[in-house]
C-alpha cells in the first residue's frame, strides 16, 4: 500500500436499522471516525446502517463510495455517497468490494451481511493474498462466532480471521495497527 493510498474500509451492516435506532448511532459514529482517521467509507450505499456510516463520514469531511446492484433497481441510494458504482448482481458487488477494500467491519444485519462476511471470510480462507482485516463490531458476534464453532465444521484458524471488537473506537484502533502493520511489512 503507497503512503499516498486512501485506505478503504468496506463497511456491512443492516439496511433495515431505523435512523433513532443504536444500530444507526454505532454506525454514524464508525463512519465519523473512519473519516476522522482518513479511511474512506466504502458500503452497499442504501438505507440504515449503511447510510449512517457514509453520513458519519461526510458530515466529518469523509469520502463515500457506494457499490449498488441491478438487483435492487428499485432502491434509491443514500444521498451521503461521494461516489458509486453499480454492479450486475449480488456476488459482482461483494467481489468488487472485496477487490477494493482494505479492510471490512461488519456489524449486525441479516441476510446480506452474512453474505457480505461469508464470502470475504472465505476468500481470505482460499487466497492469503486476499487476507485483509475482517472485524465483526458488536457483542452479538462472539455469541455467533461460539455457534458456528459449535453446530458447523469451522476451524480455529478460519476463526483466527475474524476479529471481535466491541466499539467503533476499538475498531479505528485495531484497523490502525493493522492496516499500518500491513504497510510496514509491505514496504520491507
Known sequence: MSPNKARIVAVFGSSRVASSSAEY????????LLAQHGFVVMNGGYQGTMEASARGAREAGGHTIGMLSREFGALTPNPYLDET???????TRIREMQRRADAFVVLKGSMGTLAELALVWNFAKIDARQRKPILLLGEAWANVLRALREHLVVTPDEVELLEVVETPAQAIQ???????????GASQ
Not at 448511532?25 to 465519523?32: D, I, P, R, S, V
Not at 458504482?85 to 456476488?91: R, S
Not at 484497523?175 to 499500518?180: N, P, S, V
Open 85 to 91: 458504482w453499480v454492479a450486475p448482481d449480488l456476488y
Open 25 to 32: 448511532a454505532e454506525a454514524y459514529t464508525l463512519g465519523k
Open 174 to 184: 485495531l484497523l490502525e495497527e493493522r492496516l499500518r502493520w500491513k504497510h510496514d
